[in-house]
């Protein structure tokens, strides 16, 4: 069972264009949000987070909207430079669960210059 | 701050050999996650510690999988019997207290042939 799903496992955008990555999940329980950006050869790092209370929160060119009533969160980066080329990953978790995180299978993110 | 640091960084065997992984988490995260990476599962829980005791190990895919944290500052999963189907990228992972995000070390790559 899949409890945080990122359906589109690639995205290509234009250099200076607004990129956006999906994710759904079904457990309602979750209340705390993260994205992180993998590259190649490296582990994951933590790009931008955000709590169930809020549905927006904004960090430089990353942008991450919740919509609690649909199970639904994205990113947005604007604009996008061809050094945000990864691989992108949500996670999910509870936060009374000691900080499980869960994760959807990612979306690979390439900016054409 | 040296991140978390995981050895070795690649690791080749044969089938029904014995694997061992290491991690050193972030000093003072309370937390630690060995999670693991394939194609076709993305990044998947094998199992957490808070405070050096297993909270969560179901994930482990099956009993030749183990993992131990005899201290604060190292852990190991063991595959033994290792198989083929075990090969995937493992990755460990530390956190601190409260809404806070995972660090992750760069991982280990399993190949069992």
């Known amino acids: 069972d899949q409890q945080v799903k990122q359906n589109s496992p690639s995205l290509s955008v234009q250099e200076g264009r607004i990129s956006i990555l999906n994710c759904d999940y079904t457990n309602s329980m979750f209340d705390y949000f993260l994205w992180y950006k993998k590259y190649p050869a490296e582990g994951p790092t933590f790009l931008i987070s955000?709590?169930?209370?809020?549905d927006k929160n904004e960090d430089g060119r990353f942008t991450v909207f919740l919509n609690k009533s649909a199970k639904h969160l994205s990113l947005h980066i604007v604009p996008s430079q061809p050094g945000d080329s990864a691989v992108y990953f949500c996670a999910a978790s509870e936060n009374n669960q000691g900080g499980k995180l869960i994760f959807g299978q990612g979306t690979e993110l390439s900016v054409k210059p | 701050d040296a991140g978390v640091i995981q050895s070795p960084r690649h690791e080749v065997t044969e089938m029904g050999q014995e694997v061992t992984l290491r991690c050193k988490p972030i000093s003072g995260h309370n937390s630690l996650f060995w999670y693991r990476q394939t194609m076709m599962r993305g990044l998947e829980l094998l199992i957490y510690?808070?405070?050096?005791?297993?909270?969560?190990d179901s994930g482990m895919p099956e009993d030749r999988f183990s993992a131990k944290m005899p201290n604060a500052s190292f852990s190991t999963l063991k595959i033994q019997p290792s198989e083929p189907r075990d090969s995937a990228v493992y990755f460990c992972?530390?956190?601190?207290?409260?809404?806070?995000?995972?660090?992750f070390g760069n991982g280990t790559r399993l190949t069992v042939t």
């Open positions: 510690f808070n405070n050096n005791v297993p909270i969560d």
């Open positions: 955000i709590s169930s209370i809020k």
């Open positions: 992972a530390s956190r601190g207290q409260g809404y806070s995000p995972l660090h």
